[in-house]
C-alpha cells in the first residue's frame, strides 16, 4: 500500500507537530506501507537551517522519503502578527504549497492520501477518490469558516482519525460517519526510550543537581497564542523545599520570564535549570533526569477535549511520575492515584500539594512512575497506532461505493 502524507509544515521544526508527522510516516512504513512524506518547503529559524538530515534529526529510521513542495512561503515578514496582512501572506503560502500538491499528484499514484490539513484534502476531494483520504483532526476548527471547512472534510473523507473522544463526537456531529472515524491518541516511539540512563546517570550527564527533587516541564510554553500553565508551574514548584525546576523548551524570552518570577519567590537561581530548546534525539535524556513531568494546563476549551500532548505520552514512556490538570482529554489517557496525579487547572495550591506529596513519598513516585511507563509502551505506541488507523482505512478503500459505515 502506497501512503502519501501532505503536510504543510516545517520538517524539522521546534513544534512537537513535527515530530508527531515524522514518528508516524516511521511508524506507517514498518506497519508495511510505503511512504513518502510531502512536505512544505519553508524557511526555517536558524538554529534549524543547518539541519539536513531529518532522519537522524528526530531520531528515526531512514525508511520513509522525504519531498518539500515549493511554496510561496513570505511569512518571516510577519512573524507573530494577526492582522490582515499576515493573513494574506498565510493564505498565499497555504494555496501555493496546495497547488504544488495537486501537480506533484497529477503524476504520483498513492493508495491514501493522509494529512492533517483541511485545506489541503478539501481541494484533493474534488479531485481524488474520496475513500482515499484519511483526515487526521487534532481540533474542532473555530469560527463559521473554519467550521465549515471541517464539515466539508469530514462528510468527504474516506477515513477520520481524532486524537481524542470528545473530537470525535464533535466531528461526528458535524457529519461524520461514525464508522469512518477511528479514536486514536498520540504516543510514543518504543525505541527512542529504550536503554535510557537511571536517574542519576542521566542527572550527571546533563549536569543537573544530583541531590535534588527535579520537577520539569518539556515543550513549548505556550501553543497557539495560548498559555500552557507554565506560571502557575513556577508559582507551586516554588513552594516546595528542595526541590528544583527544570524547563526544556522554549521560546527563550518566556523561559526568561518564568526564571525572573521563579527569583522573585527567593528560591535558589541554582534550583532553577533551563536546557533551552535541545534536539529531539535527546529529550528523553532530560526526561529520564527528572522525577516528575507535569502538565499544568489551565482549562480551556481546547486543552480540556482536544489536546493529546506527546509531552504526556513521553513523560510516561521515559518513567517520570505524571501530575497533570484533571481535563477530560488527559483523564482519557491516566487514571488519578494509579497513572498519575490530576489536579484541578490552574489551583496552584493543589498543584503544590500534590508535587509536595511525591515528594515526600517516594515510594508513591515510583508506582505511579511504573505504572504510567507500563501503560504508555503497552498502549499508547506508534507502531500500534499506525496499525489501527492502516487497518480502517483499508476497510475504506474496500467499502463498496455508496455504502455508509
Same mark, same amino acid.
Given at each position: 500500500?502506497?501512503?502519501?502524507?501532505?503536510?504543510?509544515?516545517?520538517?524539522?521544526?521546534?513544534?512537537?507537530?513535527?515530530?508527531?508527522?515524522?514518528?508516524?510516516?516511521?511508524?506507517?512504513?514498518?506497519?508495511?506501507?510505503?511512504?513518502?512524506?510531502?512536505?512544505?518547503?519553508?524557511?526555517?529559524?536558524?538554529?534549524?537551517?543547518?539541519?539536513?538530515?531529518?532522519?537522524?534529526?528526530?531520531?528515526?529510521?531512514?525508511?520513509?522519503?522525504?519531498?518539500?513542495?515549493?511554496?510561496?512561503?513570505?511569512? @518571516?515578514?510577519?512573524?507573530?502578527?494577526?492582522?490582515?496582512?499576515?493573513?494574506?501572506?498565510?493564505?498565499?503560502?497555504?494555496?501555493?504549497?496546495?497547488?504544488?500538491?495537486?501537480?506533484?499528484?497529477?503524476?504520483?499514484?498513492?493508495?491514501?492520501?493522509?494529512?492533517?490539513?483541511?485545506?489541503?484534502?478539501?481541494?484533493?476531494?474534488?479531485?481524488?477518490?474520496?475513500? +482515499?483520504?484519511? #483526515? *487526521?483532526?487534532?481540533?474542532?476548527?473555530?469560527? +463559521?469558516?473554519? =467550521?465549515?471547512?471541517?464539515?466539508? &472534510?469530514?462528510?468527504?473523507?474516506?477515513?477520520?482519525?481524532?486524537?481524542? %473522544?470528545?473530537?470525535?463526537?464533535?466531528?461526528?456531529?458535524?457529519?461524520?460517519?461514525?464508522?469512518?472515524?477511528?479514536?486514536?491518541?498520540?504516543?510514543?516511539?518504543?525505541?527512542?526510550?529504550?536503554? !535510557?540512563?537511571?536517574?542519576?546517570?542521566?542527572?550527571?550527564? !546533563?549536569?543537573?543537581?544530583?541531590?535534588?527533587?527535579?520537577?520539569?516541564?518539556?515543550?513549548?510554553?505556550?501553543?497557539?497564542?495560548?498559555?500552557?500553565?507554565?506560571?502557575?508551574?513556577? *508559582?507551586?514548584?516554588?513552594?516546595?523545599?528542595?526541590? /528544583?525546576?527544570?524547563?526544556?523548551?522554549? @521560546?527563550?524570552?518566556?523561559? *526568561? /520570564?518564568? =526564571?525572573?518570577?521563579?527569583?522573585?519567590?527567593?528560591?535558589?537561581?541554582?534550583?532553577?535549570?533551563?536546557?533551552?530548546? &535541545?534536539?529531539?534525539?535527546?529529550?528523553?535524556?532530560?526526561? %529520564?533526569?527528572?522525577?516528575?513531568?507535569?502538565? @499544568?494546563?489551565?482549562?480551556?476549551?481546547?486543552?480540556?477535549?482536544?489536546?493529546?500532548?506527546?509531552?504526556?505520552?513521553?513523560?510516561?514512556?521515559?518513567?517520570? /511520575?505524571?501530575?497533570?490538570?484533571?481535563?477530560?482529554?488527559?483523564? *482519557? &489517557?491516566?487514571?488519578?492515584?494509579?497513572?498519575?496525579?490530576?489536579? @484541578?487547572?490552574?489551583?496552584?495550591?493543589?498543584?503544590?500539594?500534590?508535587?509536595?506529596?511525591?515528594?515526600?513519598?517516594?515510594?508513591?513516585?515510583?508506582?505511579?512512575?511504573?505504572?504510567?511507563?507500563?501503560?504508555?509502551?503497552?498502549? #499508547?505506541?506508534?507502531?500500534?497506532?499506525? =496499525?489501527?488507523?492502516?487497518?480502517?482505512?483499508?476497510?475504506?478503500?474496500?467499502?463498496?461505493?455508496?455504502?455508509?459505515?
Amino acid at each position: 500500500m502506497k501512503l502519501l502524507y501532505l503536510a504543510n509544515a516545517r520538517v524539522p521544526s521546534e513544534k512537537a507537530n513535527a515530530l508527531q508527522i515524522v514518528q508516524n510516516c516511521e511508524a506507517f512504513a514498518e506497519a508495511g506501507a510505503e511512504v513518502t512524506l510531502w512536505a512544505a518547503r519553508r524557511f526555517n529559524p536558524p538554529a534549524l537551517r543547518g539541519v539536513r538530515d531529518v532522519w537522524a534529526h528526530y531520531g528515526v529510521r531512514r525508511c520513509f522519503r522525504l519531498r518539500r513542495l515549493p511554496c510561496l512561503d513570505l511569512m @518571516p515578514l510577519v512573524p507573530g502578527r494577526s492582522d490582515w496582512p499576515a493573513r494574506l501572506i498565510f493564505y498565499l503560502q497555504y494555496a501555493t504549497f496546495i497547488l504544488s500538491a495537486l501537480v506533484g499528484l497529477a503524476f504520483t499514484r498513492a493508495d491514501l492520501i493522509y494529512s492533517r490539513d483541511e485545506q489541503t484534502l478539501l481541494v484533493l476531494s474534488l479531485f481524488k477518490p474520496r475513500r +482515499r483520504l484519511v #483526515y *487526521e483532526a487534532h481540533q474542532r476548527a473555530q469560527g +463559521r469558516l473554519g =467550521r465549515w471547512l471541517q464539515r466539508q &472534510v469530514v462528510r468527504r473523507a474516506g477515513t477520520i482519525v481524532t486524537v481524542t %473522544a470528545r473530537l470525535a463526537v464533535d466531528l461526528t456531529a458535524l457529519g461524520a460517519d461514525p464508522g469512518r472515524v477511528l479514536v486514536a491518541h498520540d504516543g510514543v516511539r518504543r525505541a527512542r526510550f529504550a536503554g !535510557l540512563p537511571d536517574r542519576a546517570a542521566a542527572r550527571a550527564a !546533563l549536569g543537573w543537581p544530583p541531590g535534588s527533587f527535579i520537577i520539569g516541564y518539556v515543550g513549548q510554553l505556550r501553543t497557539m497564542g495560548m498559555d500552557k500553565g507554565a506560571a502557575a508551574l513556577v *508559582e507551586a514548584a516554588a513552594r516546595l523545599e528542595g526541590a /528544583a525546576l527544570a524547563l526544556v523548551g522554549g @521560546p527563550a524570552a518566556a523561559a *526568561e /520570564a518564568l =526564571r525572573a518570577r521563579w527569583l522573585a519567590l527567593g528560591r535558589p537561581a541554582d534550583r532553577f535549570v533551563y536546557a533551552g530548546q &535541545v534536539a529531539p534525539e535527546r529529550v528523553p535524556l532530560h526526561l %529520564a533526569a527528572l522525577d516528575v513531568g507535569v502538565l @499544568p494546563f489551565p482549562w480551556t476549551e481546547h486543552f480540556a477535549y482536544y489536546a493529546s500532548p506527546l509531552k504526556l505520552f513521553e513523560y510516561m514512556a521515559a518513567g517520570c /511520575a505524571v501530575v497533570a490538570s484533571d481535563l477530560p482529554s488527559l483523564a *482519557e &489517557v491516566v487514571e488519578d492515584g494509579e497513572t498519575a496525579l490530576l489536579t @484541578p487547572p490552574g489551583d496552584v495550591a493543589a498543584l503544590a500539594a500534590a508535587l509536595r506529596r511525591l515528594q515526600a513519598d517516594p515510594a508513591l513516585t515510583a508506582r505511579l512512575a511504573a505504572n504510567a511507563q507500563a501503560r504508555a509502551l503497552a498502549a #499508547y505506541t506508534w507502531d500500534a497506532r499506525a =496499525r489501527a488507523i492502516l487497518d480502517r482505512a483499508a476497510a475504506a478503500l474496500n467499502r463498496p461505493t455508496g455504502t455508509s459505515g
